[in-house]
C-alpha cells in the first residue's frame, strides 16, 4: 500500500465519521422539531445528501475527492437502510398511507434534488 492510497484510507475513516455524526445531528434536530410518527429526520437527511452528491456528481473533481466526498461524506451522512427500516415499521404499525408516502416522496424529492444539486454545480 502506497502512502496515498493510506492517506485515502483514513480520509475515508475520518470524513465518513464526520459524515455520521452529521446524520445523526440533522435526523435527531428535524425528528425532535416535527415530533410526529412519520420519519421527517431520516427524509431530510436523504434528500439533502441526494442534492449535495448530485452537486458534487456535477464538478469535476479527482477521483480521489470523489471517493472522500461522495463515499466518504455522502456515503455514511444519507441512510438507506434507516429509510426501509422506518418504513417497514410504518407498515407494522398498519400506517400503510405513510408507509408509500414515505418511499414516494422519497424517490421523488431525492430525484429532484439530485438533479438540482448537479444543475447548480454545472452553472459555477
Known sequence: ???ATALVWVGVM???GIGSVAR???DRTVARRMARAFPYGTLTVNISGAALLGF???LLLSKDVTLLAGT???GAYTTFSTWMLETQRLTEERQLPAAFANI???VLLGLAAALLGQWIA???
Open 56 to 58: 458534487l456528481g456535477g
Open 122 to 124: 454545472e452553472q459555477l
Open 72 to 74: 466518504a461524506f455522502v
Open 24 to 26: 445523526f445531528l440533522v
Open 1 to 3: 500500500m502506497t502512502a
Open 104 to 106: 414516494a416522496v422519497s
Open 14 to 16: 475520518l470524513i465518513g
